[in-house]
């Protein structure tokens, strides 16, 4: 991964053009043949029927999932969904207790150490070293991989400037805020320069602002190539970040496809909330029902599944209602997610 070449954005189907594949080839210096480029397009993760158990509670529950070289792609579900027990299974930290599982090309119940030393890994705990400095941090990962300390020291200095971090390099991890820790480790589960770099939650608990600038990291490493696995429970993480994702609920996937096409399959155009006050919805849904696709009565509000959200809150009010409250909104995967599974994604 070089972080200064210019982007390379591609999705699966651009990608099965041969010229496009070819121009890859010769850009991407990353790249293990054999696995990726055989002539067609072999999936850097091929799940089928994955399945993970604990003890007899089914985490993880015959996912099939094909994610192709190059990719950003989500994983979006609420607590609980199996995000990271996949993660763990496609990095090769646990074990599969059913299906079939390939990791670049290779099976990680024979092939895990292998396929480790070309992952980078960011899991949804930090597991830095508070007591040492940044740099320090960056030695000790890279000597995982066996990388020279010159090497290590070269990238060091590359990817602690890409995280913004330079001038952090010799302070202890602990004085650190979430937002910089985090970048830390991104920083540092490239530098082993992997082909495929996963994300659990790399924005959870973080402020918007640093949100923001993990957003542009993560949008940098795409644009270089770099295959990116992102958990979430973020709609809006999910359709800024992801060419493709699945939705998980309960251990299976409900939907997978394109952040805007899941929206134009699952939902309507236009939302409109409407607030009635405390216990003041149920009441109004019988009286709405003509006006919309589909409403969803929330706790708080209710959600008119509607092309026209400004023409559905004329006809409101010349119906004499009067909400407390009233915005037109465009839908998000948040309803897709809703209209999925009846609950929300955050609860
Ligand atoms: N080691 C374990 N032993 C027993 N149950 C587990 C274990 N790890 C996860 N689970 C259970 O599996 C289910 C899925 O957990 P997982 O951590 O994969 O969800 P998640 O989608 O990552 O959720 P979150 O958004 O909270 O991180 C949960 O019900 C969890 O309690
Ligand atoms: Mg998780």
Redo the contacts with the bound molecule.
């Keep these: 991964m070089a972080f200064h070449l210019p982007s390379l954005f591609f999705s699966p189907k651009r990608a099965l053009d041969v010229g496009m594949l070819r121009e890859m080839k010769r850009k991407r210096k990353n790249i293990h043949p054999p696995e990726i480029f055989d002539g067609t397009l072999q999936p850097i993760v091929a799940a089928h029927d994955l399945v993970?158990r604990?003890?007899s509670?089914v985490?993880?529950d015959g996912i099939d999932v094909e994610i192709f070289q190059g990719e950003s792609f989500g994983f979006l579900?609420?607590?609980?969904?199996?995000?990271?027990?996949?993660?763990r299974m496609i990095s090769c930290m646990s074990p599969a207790s059913g299906g079939s599982l390939r990791v670049l090309g290779r099976d990680p119940a024979v092939a895990g150490a292998q396929i480790r030393s070309r992952l980078g890994l960011v899991p949804?705990e930090d597991t830095l070293e508070l007591e040492l400095t940044v740099l320090d941090n960056m030695l000790i990962y890279g000597r995982y991989f066996d990388l020279p300390k010159k090497e290590i020291l070269e990238r060091t200095t590359r990817l602690l400037d890409f995280a913004q971090l330079s001038d952090r390099r010799d302070e202890k991890v602990d004085h650190l805020s979430g937002g910089m820790k985090r970048r830390l480790t991104i920083a540092r589960a490239l530098i082993s320069e992997p082909d495929l770099l996963i994300l659990?939650?790399p924005t959870t608990g973080l402020d918007p602002q640093a949100r923001h600038l993990l957003w542009d990291r993560l949008y940098r490493l795409k644009a270089e190539g770099v295959t990116l696995i992102i958990?979430t429970?973020y709609m809006d993480e999910a359709e800024q970040l992801c060419d493709r994702l699945v939705v998980?609920d309960h251990?299976k996937i409900v939907a997978t496809g394109a952040p805007r096409d899941l929206i134009v399959e699952h939902s309507t155009r236009e939302v409109l909330e409407l607030r009635f006050g405390i216990d003041g919805h149920l009441p109004h849904v019988g009286g709405l029902q003509d006006l919309a696709e589909r409403i969803e009565v929330l706790p708080d509000r209710l959600l008119l599944y509607v092309d026209d959200g400004d023409d559905a809150l004329s006809m409101i009010h010349r119906r004499g209602l009067v909400p407390e409250s009233a915005l037109v909104r465009r839908s998000t995967l948040e309803d897709v997610f809703l209209h999925l599974t009846g609950r929300t994604l955050v609860d």
Excluded: L, Y
């Design positions: 993970k604990f003890d509670f985490a993880v579900g609420p607590n609980g969904a199996g995000k990271t027990s996949t993660m949804q659990d939650e958990t429970h998980m251990g």
